[in-house]
């Protein structure tokens, strides 16, 4: 079983806050994903890392920045939340690339 | 790029039956991966059975199997003697190790999967 951690599992912000997503597991795994998700909908991947010190943008376009100072932890803020900002965002890591991913619980995000 | 397409939206079945949930892909790599995940209504994704491009065997995990396809680039999802708590969202997804640009899961829409008493 696979050990990755977000919180917080629930936010709801108003309009204008700087918001920070946690992420973190303890599998030593080099590879992290976040992944945005709007409800009933596919994911698409947000940011990505190799690494410490590593971050990508992925597919889909987001004005969330992410970080990875240490191995096992991989936040994702959000400097100036926005309504259009709702959303599920999911945190994953794996071994190397296109190895199993293994998914935390999810943050659901409201910006009202 | 790659590409998942899940036809079925949603799907009711009976308790005990099998049910066999469908993926088609589409890619230009020679090597990759294919996975499915189950997501329940609270949101986290659950990893249930993975297929390499490579692979001659179709994946097996408990009830769960793959039915992979390669000609017909197709990997359905058998869930064999469903039970009430598979009912969930169902996601296929596939992996390219070719190396550069982004290395994550590509996802089909989803089939929502409700299991009747």
């Known amino acids: 079983e696979a050990d990755i951690y977000q919180t917080p599992r629930y936010l709801v912000i108003g309009t204008g806050k700087k918001i920070t997503l946690e992420c973190s597991q303890t599998?030593?795994?080099?590879?992290m994903y976040w992944y945005q998700q709007d409800p009933g909908m596919e994911l698409h991947l947000i940011h990505y890392?190799?690494?410490?010190?590593?971050?990508e943008k992925g597919d889909l376009s987001s004005e969330s920045t992410v970080s990875r100072i240490r191995t096992e932890h991989f936040p994702l803020t959000l400097e100036s939340a926005r309504p259009s900002h709702t959303s599920q965002y999911l945190c994953?890591?794996?071994?190397?690339?296109?190895?199993?991913?293994?998914f935390g619980p999810g943050t659901r995000l409201t910006v009202l | 790029a790659q590409k998942i397409t899940q036809t079925q939206p949603g799907m009711f079945v009976q308790e005990k039956e099998a049910v066999t949930l469908d993926c088609t892909y589409d890619?230009?790599?020679?090597?990759?991966?294919l996975f499915w995940y189950k997501q329940p209504s609270s949101g986290e994704m659950i990893f249930l059975i993975y297929?390499?491009?490579?692979?001659?065997q179709n994946a097996t995990e408990g009830r769960y199997s793959l039915n992979f396809q390669k000609a017909r680039k197709s990997a359905n999802l058998v869930i064999s003697a469903s039970q009430l708590g598979d009912s969930a969202m169902y996601f296929c997804?596939?992996?390219?190790?070719?190396?550069?640009?982004?290395?994550?899961?590509?996802f089909g829409k989803g089939t929502h999967l409700i299991i009747q008493p």
């Open positions: 994953a890591s794996s071994v190397k690339a296109g190895d199993t991913q293994y």
């Open positions: 599998m030593g795994h080099d590879k």
């Open positions: 890392s190799y690494g410490v010190n590593s971050t």
């Open positions: 890619t230009s790599d020679q090597s990759y991966g």
């Open positions: 297929q390499g491009s490579y692979d001659e």
């Open positions: 997804a596939m992996s390219a190790y070719s190396g550069g640009g982004a290395d994550g899961l590509t």
